[in-house]
């Protein structure tokens, strides 16, 4: 079986709610798969949907080779579900809980102890065991949760934001979890709003916004399309800023958005020993919560203009969107700026070319999926390019 699920039209109404929309979706066998999406964007309606909680109005899907509509019962057996809401009964112990589980799915007798017990020990919640449900903390009763969800090994095992509310280690755990069960053939579907847990774990993700699948790519991909398509952004705006210097097109269109070892010797020896030029304000003098705002809403830009004056300085400290210019010993300017506006880069880019700057490299940071997610989930436009077909 090369999927363990692959939706065709999967579609669920509430009412004359579109909830989820013709969803057509693949995940492969034996794989971690992030799904991902904004709050109300149809994540754990699929996922009820998938583990047959509830009906889907239109479409099917297959999961571990079974179909949900026509043969729930089998999917059942294939699946394990821990829901974004812990549903344990909460006048029982764990242990009461999690053999109640075992009962439902039919484990012997002889197996039953043994497989509680190691699960236990696994995400260490045996030393709770004994303790009802409705006097443990939010971590223990998702430990619970997902030991009742493995009892009897699951092909496929749902996830709907795990972690959420775990403190650190214990999220950790629960991580190394994840992966030793897929390293023992299980596929995980996680469905998560922490994006450094998706982009470590998951080898897929898909993107779906107002029930729609809008991106689906490994990690790494949504991010390599994410910088693509800001270098044809640039591109695209030559013909309005008229004059990118030579250099710094050749930089775009090689996708070498490297630092440049061409040091301006004038500059670097206007700057004093605090790396300033004496251009404007002290940078040093802005205060610890200023900085912390910049950081959080702003995005670090590296470039080197190979004929940096004042003036240039200034008219970027006059953007809206630009937060901070520092000046470096070696005439880089570092600007911050705003990352939830779409053309930040182009209008930094546009007053530096107006001031006559001669930029000979430009050097951002990588994206990271929260700003890809952002980046997608702000345009509520189904770009198809951001669709690819698995192999
Ligand atoms: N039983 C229901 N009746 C009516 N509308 C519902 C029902 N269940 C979900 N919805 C609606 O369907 C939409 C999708 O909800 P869903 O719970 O699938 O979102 P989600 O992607 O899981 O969001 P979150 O990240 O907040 O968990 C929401 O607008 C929600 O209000
Ligand atoms: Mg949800």
């Known amino acids: 079986m090369k999927y363990a699920i692959e939706t065709s039209a999967l579609t669920k109404r509430f009412d004359d709610f579109l909830a989820v929309d013709t969803l057509d979706m693949k995940v492969k066998n034996k794989s971690i798969f992030g799904f991902l999406g904004p709050n109300g964007a149809g994540k754990t309606t699929t996922i009820k949907m998938l583990t047959c909680l509830i009906k889907p109005s239109s479409g099917t899907a297959k999961v571990g080779g079974y179909d949900i509509n026509t043969d729930?019962?089998?999917?059942?057996?294939?699946?394990?579900?821990?829901?974004?809401?812990?549903?344990?009964?909460?006048?029982?112990?764990?242990?009461?809980?999690?053999?109640?589980?075992?009962?439902?799915?039919?484990?012997?007798?002889?197996?039953?102890?043994?497989?509680?017990?190691?699960?236990?020990?696994?995400?260490?919640?045996?030393?709770?065991?004994?303790k009802l449900i409705k006097q443990m903390s939010g971590g223990?009763?998702?430990?619970?949760?997902?030991?009742?969800?493995?009892i009897h090994r699951p092909d496929v095992l749902f996830l709907d934001e795990p972690t959420i509310g775990l403190d650190p280690t214990t999220k950790m755990v629960l991580w190394d979890l994840i992966a030793e069960l897929n390293d023992n053939g299980h596929t995980i579907v996680l469905c998560s709003h922490d994006m450094y847990e998706v982009d470590m774990l998951c080898e897929n993700v898909?993107?779906?916004?107002?029930?729609?699948?809008?991106?689906?790519?490994?990690?790494?991909?949504?991010?390599?399309?994410?910088?693509?398509?800001?270098?044809?952004?640039?591109?695209s705006q030559k013909h309005i800023l008229g004059k990118i210097p030579k250099e710094f097109e050749k930089t775009i269109e090689t996708s070498k958005l490297e630092n440049s070892r061409d040091v301006h010797h004038t500059i670097a020896e206007q700057t004093d020993s605090t790396g300033n030029m004496g251009l404007g304000e002290d940078i040093n003098l802005k205060s610890s919560e200023e900085l912390s705002?910049?950081?959080?809403?702003?995005?670090?830009?590296?470039?080197?203009?190979?004929?940096?004056?004042?003036?240039?300085?200034?008219?970027?400290?006059?953007?809206?969107?630009?937060?901070n210019v520092i000046v470096n010993d070696n005439g880089r300017l570092t600007v911050d700026v705003d990352k939830f506006v779409d053309d930040g880069l182009n209008n930094v880019i546009q007053s530096i070319v107006k001031n006559n700057g001669n930029i000979t490299s430009?050097?951002?940071?990588?994206?990271?999926?929260?700003?890809?997610?952002?980046?997608?989930?702000r345009k509520k436009i189904v770009d198809e390019s951001n669709i690819k077909e698995i192999e």
């Not at 019962?73 to 974004?84: A, C, F, L, S, Y």
Request: hydrophobic share 40%; proline share 3%.
């Open 72 to 130: 729930p019962n089998e999917v059942r057996q294939k699946i394990g579900m821990v829901p974004q809401l812990v549903s344990l009964y909460k006048d029982l112990t764990a242990r009461e809980n999690v053999e109640l589980c075992a009962d439902y799915y039919g484990i012997g007798e002889d197996e039953k102890e043994d497989r509680m017990n190691d699960l236990m020990e696994l995400v260490d919640i045996k030393y709770a065991e004994n």
């Open 140 to 150: 223990q009763k998702q430990k619970v949760s997902v030991v009742a969800s493995l």
């Open 206 to 235: 898909g993107i779906i916004d107002l029930g729609k699948l809008i991106a689906f790519n490994t990690p790494q991909g949504l991010k390599d399309n994410l910088i693509k398509q800001k270098e044809r952004d640039l591109l």
């Open 293 to 323: 705002f910049i950081q959080e809403k702003s995005k670090e830009l590296s470039i080197m203009i190979n004929n940096l004056d004042e003036e240039m300085v200034e008219e970027l400290k006059k953007l809206d969107i630009v937060y």
């Open 362 to 377: 430009i050097n951002t940071k990588d994206p990271s999926l929260e700003d890809v997610f952002v980046d997608l989930t």
